[in-house]
Protein backbone atom coordinates (compact mmCIF):
# COMPACT_ATOMS: atom_id res chain seq x y z
CA UNK A 1 0.00 0.00 0.00
CA UNK A 2 1.39 3.49 -0.90
CA UNK A 3 1.15 6.60 1.59
CA UNK A 4 0.09 9.91 0.13
CA UNK A 5 1.53 12.44 1.69
CA UNK A 6 -0.39 14.58 3.82
CA UNK A 7 -0.34 18.07 1.53
CA UNK A 8 0.96 21.23 2.75
CA UNK A 9 1.81 23.91 0.53
CA UNK A 10 5.72 23.39 2.47
CA UNK A 11 5.73 19.97 0.92
CA UNK A 12 4.63 21.20 -2.26
CA UNK A 13 7.64 23.47 -2.46
CA UNK A 14 10.36 20.25 -1.52
CA UNK A 15 12.17 18.98 -3.96
CA UNK A 16 10.96 16.57 -6.48
CA UNK A 17 13.72 13.76 -4.48
CA UNK A 18 11.11 13.68 -1.38
CA UNK A 19 8.58 13.15 -3.69
CA UNK A 20 9.99 10.60 -5.47
CA UNK A 21 10.99 8.63 -2.22
CA UNK A 22 8.13 6.66 -1.55
CA UNK A 23 8.40 3.25 -2.91
CA UNK A 24 6.18 2.43 -5.84
CA UNK A 25 4.12 -0.14 -5.50
CA UNK A 26 1.92 -2.57 -8.81
CA UNK A 27 -0.38 0.26 -10.91
CA UNK A 28 -3.74 -1.82 -9.89
CA UNK A 29 -2.96 -1.52 -6.09
CA UNK A 30 -2.04 2.23 -6.96
CA UNK A 31 -4.64 3.38 -8.71
CA UNK A 32 -7.05 1.69 -6.20
CA UNK A 33 -4.99 3.68 -4.05
CA UNK A 34 -5.51 7.00 -5.88
CA UNK A 35 -9.77 6.39 -6.53
CA UNK A 36 -9.91 7.28 -2.40
CA UNK A 37 -7.63 10.46 -3.12
CA UNK A 38 -8.10 13.20 -0.94
CA UNK A 39 -5.13 15.51 -0.97
CA UNK A 40 -6.64 18.76 -2.78
CA UNK A 41 -10.52 19.31 -2.59
CA UNK A 42 -10.92 18.25 -6.53
CA UNK A 43 -12.47 15.46 -5.35
CA UNK A 44 -15.26 16.92 -3.90
CA UNK A 45 -16.81 18.07 -7.13
CA UNK A 46 -15.45 15.39 -9.66
CA UNK A 47 -17.72 12.10 -10.11
CA UNK A 48 -14.26 9.81 -9.79
CA UNK A 49 -10.39 9.71 -10.43
CA UNK A 50 -9.15 9.30 -13.61
CA UNK A 51 -5.99 7.35 -13.44
CA UNK A 52 -3.91 6.36 -16.26
CA UNK A 53 -4.27 3.12 -18.61
CA UNK A 54 -1.84 1.52 -20.86
CA UNK A 55 0.91 -1.29 -20.50
CA UNK A 56 3.35 -0.93 -17.84
CA UNK A 57 6.22 -2.12 -20.73
CA UNK A 58 5.21 1.08 -22.71
CA UNK A 59 8.12 2.76 -24.08
CA UNK A 60 6.24 5.65 -25.19
CA UNK A 61 4.44 8.12 -21.86
CA UNK A 62 1.55 10.71 -22.73
CA UNK A 63 0.61 12.85 -19.77
CA UNK A 64 -1.86 15.81 -19.83
CA UNK A 65 -3.39 18.40 -18.14
CA UNK A 66 -6.70 16.73 -16.50
CA UNK A 67 -9.96 14.47 -17.10
CA UNK A 68 -12.48 16.79 -19.17
CA UNK A 69 -15.98 15.87 -18.70
CA UNK A 70 -16.27 12.75 -20.66
CA UNK A 71 -13.51 11.39 -18.93
CA UNK A 72 -14.95 12.14 -15.52
CA UNK A 73 -17.89 10.40 -16.43
CA UNK A 74 -16.43 7.71 -17.73
CA UNK A 75 -13.05 7.36 -15.57
CA UNK A 76 -10.93 6.94 -18.82
CA UNK A 77 -8.29 9.67 -20.26
CA UNK A 78 -8.50 10.79 -23.20
CA UNK A 79 -12.07 9.63 -24.66
CA UNK A 80 -13.98 13.00 -25.34
CA UNK A 81 -13.00 15.12 -28.14
CA UNK A 82 -9.59 16.25 -27.04
CA UNK A 83 -9.02 12.08 -26.71
CA UNK A 84 -10.64 11.92 -30.44
CA UNK A 85 -8.34 14.04 -32.03
CA UNK A 86 -5.25 12.58 -30.12
CA UNK A 87 -6.57 9.64 -31.37
CA UNK A 88 -6.46 10.71 -34.93
CA UNK A 89 -3.02 12.10 -34.26
CA UNK A 90 -1.04 9.08 -33.31
CA UNK A 91 -2.42 6.71 -35.87
CA UNK A 92 -1.29 9.49 -38.26
CA UNK A 93 2.18 9.26 -36.62
CA UNK A 94 2.42 5.67 -36.95
CA UNK A 95 1.43 4.95 -33.14
CA UNK A 96 -0.35 2.35 -31.73
CA UNK A 97 -2.37 4.08 -28.89
CA UNK A 98 -3.08 0.37 -27.45
CA UNK A 99 0.62 0.36 -26.78
CA UNK A 100 0.90 3.67 -24.61
CA UNK A 101 0.69 4.82 -21.62
CA UNK A 102 -2.00 7.69 -21.26
CA UNK A 103 -2.37 10.03 -18.41
CA UNK A 104 -3.03 13.35 -16.61
CA UNK A 105 -1.25 15.37 -14.39
CA UNK A 106 -4.09 16.27 -12.55
CA UNK A 107 -6.54 12.88 -11.50
CA UNK A 108 -9.94 15.19 -11.16
CA UNK A 109 -12.25 17.20 -13.25
CA UNK A 110 -11.57 20.52 -12.40
CA UNK A 111 -14.45 22.68 -13.73
CA UNK A 112 -16.98 25.47 -13.32
CA UNK A 113 -20.62 24.57 -13.64
CA UNK A 114 -22.62 27.02 -15.97
CA UNK A 115 -26.20 25.95 -16.13
CA UNK A 116 -26.95 21.86 -16.91
CA UNK A 117 -22.67 22.14 -18.35
CA UNK A 118 -19.39 21.73 -17.03
CA UNK A 119 -17.22 24.11 -18.27
CA UNK A 120 -13.16 23.00 -17.82
CA UNK A 121 -11.25 25.19 -15.47
CA UNK A 122 -7.18 25.12 -15.66
CA UNK A 123 -5.80 23.10 -12.26
CA UNK A 124 -3.60 26.03 -10.72
CA UNK A 125 -0.11 25.40 -9.43
CA UNK A 126 -0.77 23.95 -5.78
CA UNK A 127 -3.56 21.26 -7.57
CA UNK A 128 -0.61 20.02 -10.18
CA UNK A 129 1.78 19.89 -7.25
CA UNK A 130 -0.18 17.61 -4.93
CA UNK A 131 -1.30 15.22 -7.81
CA UNK A 132 2.32 15.03 -8.66
CA UNK A 133 2.63 12.21 -6.05
CA UNK A 134 0.35 9.79 -8.01
CA UNK A 135 2.19 11.06 -11.64
CA UNK A 136 5.50 10.35 -10.15
CA UNK A 137 4.82 7.09 -9.18
CA UNK A 138 2.80 5.93 -12.68
CA UNK A 139 6.56 7.45 -13.84
CA UNK A 140 8.35 5.40 -11.66
CA UNK A 141 6.16 1.79 -12.48
CA UNK A 142 6.48 2.46 -15.80
CA UNK A 143 9.97 3.86 -16.68
CA UNK A 144 9.10 4.79 -20.19
CA UNK A 145 12.02 5.90 -22.60
CA UNK A 146 9.92 9.10 -23.90
CA UNK A 147 7.48 11.28 -22.25
CA UNK A 148 5.17 13.35 -24.10
CA UNK A 149 3.81 16.38 -22.30
CA UNK A 150 0.67 17.73 -24.04
CA UNK A 151 0.09 20.94 -22.76
CA UNK A 152 2.03 23.32 -20.47
CA UNK A 153 0.10 21.78 -16.79
CA UNK A 154 1.53 18.52 -18.01
CA UNK A 155 4.59 20.20 -18.75
CA UNK A 156 4.68 21.84 -15.29
CA UNK A 157 3.88 18.55 -13.45
CA UNK A 158 6.69 16.75 -14.90
CA UNK A 159 9.58 19.26 -15.57
CA UNK A 160 9.13 21.12 -12.31
CA UNK A 161 8.99 24.44 -13.99
CA UNK A 162 7.32 27.02 -16.27
CA UNK A 163 7.03 25.81 -19.71
CA UNK A 164 6.33 28.31 -22.81
CA UNK A 165 5.32 25.75 -25.32
CA UNK A 166 6.71 27.64 -28.15
CA UNK A 167 10.07 27.80 -27.10
CA UNK A 168 10.26 24.32 -25.90
CA UNK A 169 8.18 22.25 -28.10
CA UNK A 170 9.65 19.08 -30.67
CA UNK A 171 13.27 19.10 -28.70
CA UNK A 172 14.42 16.16 -26.44
CA UNK A 173 14.56 17.29 -22.69
CA UNK A 174 17.08 14.88 -20.83
CA UNK A 175 15.18 13.92 -17.70
CA UNK A 176 16.27 12.89 -14.15
CA UNK A 177 16.96 8.80 -13.90
CA UNK A 178 17.00 8.07 -17.70
CA UNK A 179 14.75 8.66 -20.85
CA UNK A 180 13.78 12.21 -22.58
CA UNK A 181 10.72 14.11 -22.16
CA UNK A 182 9.13 16.13 -25.50
CA UNK A 183 6.74 19.12 -25.07
CA UNK A 184 4.41 19.69 -27.64
CA UNK A 185 0.68 21.42 -27.62
CA UNK A 186 -2.87 19.71 -25.75
CA UNK A 187 -5.35 18.33 -28.22
CA UNK A 188 -7.74 20.49 -26.61
CA UNK A 189 -5.64 23.92 -27.74
CA UNK A 190 -6.17 22.69 -31.25
CA UNK A 191 -10.16 22.37 -30.74
CA UNK A 192 -10.20 26.15 -29.23
CA UNK A 193 -8.41 27.41 -32.25
CA UNK A 194 -10.83 30.32 -34.19
CA UNK A 195 -10.54 29.32 -37.65
CA UNK A 196 -9.48 26.09 -39.69
CA UNK A 197 -6.15 27.36 -41.09
CA UNK A 198 -4.77 27.57 -38.00
CA UNK A 199 -6.35 23.95 -36.75
CA UNK A 200 -4.95 22.00 -39.84
CA UNK A 201 -1.51 23.39 -39.15
CA UNK A 202 -1.63 23.23 -35.67
CA UNK A 203 -2.19 19.31 -36.37
CA UNK A 204 0.33 19.17 -38.62
CA UNK A 205 2.54 20.33 -35.90
CA UNK A 206 1.35 17.65 -33.26
CA UNK A 207 1.40 14.71 -35.42
CA UNK A 208 4.86 16.06 -36.51
CA UNK A 209 5.92 15.89 -32.78
CA UNK A 210 4.28 12.61 -31.90
CA UNK A 211 6.44 11.20 -34.99
CA UNK A 212 9.77 12.65 -33.78
CA UNK A 213 9.30 11.26 -30.23
CA UNK A 214 8.20 7.91 -31.46
CA UNK A 215 11.49 7.63 -33.09
CA UNK A 216 13.06 8.45 -29.69
CA UNK A 217 11.31 5.52 -28.11
Known sequence: MVEAPNFSPERAARPRAAVQAVPPTGMAALSEEAAGCQLCDLYKHATQTVFGEGPLDARLMLVGEQPGDQEDLTGRPFVGPAGQ???????????????????????????????????????????????????????????????????????????????????????????????????????????????????????????ADLRLAAGWA
Request: with cysteine.
Open 85 to 207: MLDRALAEAGIDRAGVYVTNAVKHFKFEPRGKRRIHATPDRTEIEVCRFWLDQERALIQPAVTILLGASAARAVLGRTVTISRERGRPIAMEGGGQAMVTAHPSYLLRLPDEESRVREYAALV
